[in-house]
């Protein structure tokens, strides 16, 4: 690996300090310079809990400690807008995925929790970073939470696919929309040969139904010869990688959990919601599709002294109808995406 030095020798005489993106709007917006614990620990420059920046790592990369300064607790006052003694500027979560885990709906616990969108996080919270070989080799990350606890998760791919295929098919003419599309899935029959949503051919914009196409026929079945069949290969797909993610965190943490709890935009398609819980095997419970910005709300209401700390659950329960989904018979659990065998 280039080490930043290697790469830009004169950076080093250039550079005051480095602020991560939401601590430099911040600091735009008033606050003073700061580091969000969230973020730094998401960086990978941090100690694991992201409460101290990992010397041996800064040095490795070539990256001047002094770049950076004391990391901050999340859900804090960092300044103010413009100097005004009236108008906060509230580190309240300072990372996405921080966020949306704030603005899980009640539910029971141990739970697992799904930020679903065009990429998808699913992990678990603990309170303490996770640390051994097995962890590391399976791909997983601990990062914090807004309330200063660990999502120990793992990155998966969501429904870019998808949304790579209407792209594709409005090139070739082919009108297809979210509700007609998932309707056609719904008709189609569940799938028996599965592709791996996480395989590099995946990750690039491009002819995607071409490729799943491609995919499946390289697994031996018989490729999908409309929209709604594409559909349903990419859904069965990923409610197949979740479960064996879900799967595979209990086995990391050794816990079973008992349900999941799915936020994002992604939690509008019912299909992939119901497909998911019947691959899990647990109830899949439906919170805002907006969650990072409702997460954000709740750290910020939580700072300014306008809810408890633990009224987070209530405050959604009273806000939004939770959607539950329950596991239906399914042969879904019977296939596995060959990257998550390996990892596990």
Same mark, same amino acid.
Do not use: K
């Given at each position: 690996?280039?080490?930043?030095?290697?790469?830009?020798?004169?950076?080093?005489?250039?550079?005051?300090?480095?602020?991560m993106v939401p601590?430099?709007? *911040?600091?735009?917006?008033?606050?003073? $310079?700061?580091?969000?614990?969230?973020?730094? +620990?998401? @960086?990978? #420059?941090?100690?694991?809990?992201?409460?101290?920046?990992?010397?041996?790592v800064l040095h490795g990369l070539g990256i001047p400690a002094e770049w950076f300064g004391e990391i901050t607790p999340e859900r804090t006052v960092a300044g103010h807008l413009a100097d005004s003694p009236t108008v906060p500027v509230i580190?309240?979560?300072?990372?996405?995925?921080?966020?949306?885990?704030? *603005?899980?709906?009640?539910?029971?616990? $141990?739970?697992?929790?799904?930020?679903?969108? +065009?990429? @998808?996080? #699913?992990?678990i919270e603990t309170d303490q970073p996770v640390l051994d070989d097995a962890v590391r080799e399976a791909?997983?990350?601990?990062?914090?939470?807004?309330?200063?606890?660990?999502?120990?998760?793992?990155n998966l791919t969501g429904l870019w696919i998808l949304q790579e295929c209407t792209r594709q098919w409005a090139r070739e003419g082919i009108a297809t929309t979210w509700p007609e599309l998932t309707h056609a899935a719904a008709s189609a029959p569940s799938s028996t040969t599965l592709i791996d949503p996480d395989d590099d051919v995946f990750q690039a914009p491009g002819d995607m139904p071409a490729r799943v196409c491609d995919a499946v026929r390289r697994a031996g079945g018989r490729p999908p010869e409309s929209p709604g069949e594409t559909a349903?290969?990419?859904?069965?797909?990923?409610?197949?990688?979740?479960?064996?993610t879900t799967e595979l965190l209990?086995?990391?943490?050794?816990?079973?959990?008992?349900?999941?709890?799915?936020?994002?935009?992604?939690?509008?398609?019912?299909?992939?919601n119901q497909l998911t819980a019947n691959a899990c095997g647990v109830p899949v419970a439906v919170g805002p599709a907006e969650a990072t910005s409702v997460g954000s709300l709740l750290a910020q209401l939580e700072v300014l002294?306008?809810?408890g700390p633990d009224d987070r659950g209530a405050v959604l329960d009273a806000s939004l109808d939770v959607r539950w989904f329950e596991p239906r018979p399914s042969d879904l659990r019977e296939f596995s995406p060959p990257s998550l065998e390996r990892s596990s």
């Open positions: 690996m280039a080490t930043l030095h290697e790469l830009d020798p004169a950076t080093r005489d250039e550079v005051g300090r480095v602020l601590d430099y709007v *911040a600091h735009r917006l008033g606050a003073a $310079p700061g580091w969000s614990q969230a973020i730094c +620990s998401t @960086s990978g #420059l941090a100690e694991p809990g992201g409460q101290r920046w990992a010397g041996d580190r309240a979560g300072s990372h996405d995925t921080a966020c949306a885990v704030h *603005a899980l709906p009640s539910s029971p616990h $141990p739970r697992a929790f799904l930020s679903s969108g +065009s990429w @998808s996080l #699913l992990g791909g997983l990350t601990n990062e914090v939470r807004t309330d200063g606890g660990i999502r120990l998760l793992r349903r290969v990419v859904l069965d797909s990923l409610a197949v990688s979740y479960a064996r209990g086995r990391m943490t050794g816990t079973t959990p008992s349900c999941v709890v799915a936020v994002g935009g992604g939690t509008r398609n019912d299909l992939l002294g306008e809810i």
